[in-house]
């Protein structure tokens, strides 16, 4: 399903003192398929942005195409379940939002709001807890006796359990330990190669932006300051490095031997791989471009 | 949705009224409360509606806020009106339609007690709108002093106060957030019959439920390790001072007060 942020706008708290846009002429395409990175400071906009994506948020100027329907300021929206059905949403600390008594019920909750029988329910819910990598004893138990690593993975599978065609993530991996992130990114770029989902991922990380987005949008004071390829954003890292913001550790390395060594390499090398047959290029030839 | 509401929200700005002493604050709207009362004809009512709209202006909060954040009270104040429209029975016959009788008391009563209500609802507005949460603990906390003579925990009743007022804003961000994370999961908390409706409560009401007890003992624990240990002997950061403008707005109320027991039938 594509999705397509046309100029938006958004303005939290209309009509008081506090009034300011949060996010302005945001346009950003995202074609079936796409696996999307946003990237930007804290209070940049990034959250504000997903929440466009499902039309939980309409925007106060401008307008988004989801899919077939077309969400404009000046319209109350009706029905929008399929929509809610098809762009699954992963918050921010997910695991605040479990409620039911165990987590097999918990990961049901979705499913079967949009209509699914309680049966196959249960069957996606035995699926989706493989899929996050927890046994499945875990869904008889009660969702507020699991440590906070599992309750993210339990929260996780409840919106696969959805089987939406584009998945949503709001720094899916914040605070878990890096074994566990690389576990849940992994996780999430195999279901978007295999179901051939559309994937937005925010993410402070950029080794994971780099590492599995095929368009990188930079958000900076609730605007797109860039987008492009992880190629383009990161050859070109000085206007990240201004805004504060980091690049990948390779790239990194690959600036500072440039520096210290007073050459260039042809490219800019976003893998270890890519980058160590660059050098053994250089070397072999023996001079640098 | 919550982005509207303004009870315990602080709107801050420089004003008479924002600089006044917190202590004085209170008392002026106990006292008001207490001289409502006393308007009971057209002239003394209208008195006392010019008298709130000027501390209004004079606090320099924008009418349209006011008037956006008081909206669903709005509502209850026109169901007042309309329950005193039809079940007062006295005075004339004002007309007659169908089984509906409106009588002449009916709808004075009706209109001066939801006035009368709603004039309440805007200075009590006015003083959460400017005044800190903090500041109102503490002129409550010094207002109250005298009551530890009595062994009234007078502090332990602020600090429970200051901090509840404090959450207020938290828990609505926080109701905010799950309403949109179990919306993205197909709840409908906005439409759909009342019986459907309640049970989508529960996907929000459990979850608040479990934040605010863990928020509750991190709170515990964090004041603990910072040797919080009761009121007794803490000085205060932050002192009260009483200045000519609170003894002047207080002397204002007073005189208003005269003129309504002057003009009163
Ligand atoms: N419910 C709200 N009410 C008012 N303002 C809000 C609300 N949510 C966000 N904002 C404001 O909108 C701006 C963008 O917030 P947003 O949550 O989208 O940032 P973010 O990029 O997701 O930040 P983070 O990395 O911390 O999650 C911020 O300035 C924030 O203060
Ligand atoms: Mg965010």
């Known amino acids: 399903m594509d999705i397509s942020l046309q100029n938006v706008e958004y303005r939290y708290q209309v009509n008081t003192p506090f ?11 995202i074609p079936s398929g796409t696996f999307l990175a946003i990237i930007g400071h804290t209070g940049s906009g990034k959250s504000t942005v997903l929440q466009h994506l499902n039309a939980l948020l309409k925007p106060t100027e401008g307008q988004v195409v989801i899919g077939e329907r077309k969400i404009i300021p000046e319209k109350k929206q009706k029905n929008l379940k399929e929509i809610r059905q098809r762009v699954g949403i992963v918050f921010q600390f997910p695991e605040h939002q479990l409620f039911e008594e165990t987590v097999e019920k918990d990961i049901c909750f979705g499913p079967m709001n949009f209509g699914v029988s309680e049966e196959e329910a249960k069957k996606r819910a035995r699926a989706a807890i493989g899929q996050v990598g927890l046994p499945e004893e875990i869904l008889s138990k009660s969702p507020f006796d699991l440590s906070g690593g599992q309750m993210r993975r339990v929260a996780i599978a409840g919106v696969l359990a959805m089987e939406p065609d584009v ?22 770029y195999s ?7 559309s994937t937005v991922l925010v993410t402070h990380s950029m080794e994971d932006a780099s590492r599995y987005a095929d368009q990188i949008v930079i ?38 031997m440039e520096k210290s060594l007073n050459i260039r390499l042809s490219k ?11 050098i053994a290029a250089v070397m072999k030839r023996g001079t640098a471009t | 949705m919550m982005d509207k509401m303004i009870f315990g929200r602080y709107v801050p700005a420089e004003s008479v009224i924002h600089r006044m002493d917190p202590r004085s604050k209170l008392v002026l709207i106990f006292l008001f409360v207490c001289i409502v ?30 008037y956006t954040g008081l909206k669903p009270v709005l509502l209850l104040v026109i169901f007042t009106l309309f329950l005193h429209l039809f079940l007062t029975k006295e005075g004339e016959v004002l007309f007659r339609f169908g089984w509906i009788t409106i009588y002449e008391e009916g709808l004075r009563q009706g209109i001066f007690i939801s006035l009368r209500f709603f004039l309440l609802i805007l200075m009590t507005s006015i003083l959460t709108l400017t005044t800190t949460p903090i500041e109102i603990t503490d002129g409550l906390e010094s207002l109250l002093n005298p009551l530890n003579k009595v062994k009234f925990p007078v502090h332990e009743l602020a600090l429970m106060m200051s901090i509840s007022l404090r959450f207020i804003p938290t828990l609505m ?20 019959p009342i019986k459907e409706r309640i049970k989508t409560i529960i996907p929000l009401l459990i979850p ?52 309504l027991f002057l003009l009163r039938t």
């Open chain 1, 19 to 29: 009034e300011r846009p949060a996010i302005k002429d945001v346009s950003i395409d």
């Open chain 1, 167 to 188: 998945i949503v993530l709001d720094e899916p991996t914040a605070g878990l330990d890096p074994r566990g992130r690389k576990e849940i990114m992994d996780m999430f």
């Open chain 1, 191 to 197: 279901l978007h190669g295999t179901r051939g989902l």
């Open chain 1, 219 to 256: 958000m900076h004071n609730g605007e797109v300051y860039k987008k492009g390829t992880p190629k383009e954003i990161f050859s070109s890292p000085e206007g990240l490095l201004k805004l504060g913001l980091d690049v990948p550790e390779v790239v990194r390395f690959q600036l500072k």
């Open chain 1, 268 to 278: 800019t090398c976003l893998t270890m791989d890519e980058l160590t047959d660059e």
């Open chain 2, 37 to 66: 009362f006393l308007a009971n004809n057209l002239l003394t009512y209208g008195l006392l509606t010019v008298y709130t709209f000027f501390m209004i202006a004079l606090s320099k909060v924008p009418i349209r806020f006011i």
């Open chain 2, 173 to 192: 961000q926080e109701t905010d957030k799950i309403m949109k994370a179990q919306t993205a999961r197909g709840a409908d908390f906005t439409s759909g």
């Open chain 2, 208 to 259: 608040l439920f479990v934040s605010s007890f863990k928020r509750a003992e991190e709170l515990a624990v964090a004041m603990e390790s910072r040797g919080y240990r009761g009121g007794e002997g803490r000085t205060k950061y932050r002192q009260l001072n009483w200045g000519l403008k609170d003894t002047a707005m207080l002397a204002m109320l007073a005189a208003l007060a005269l003129v």
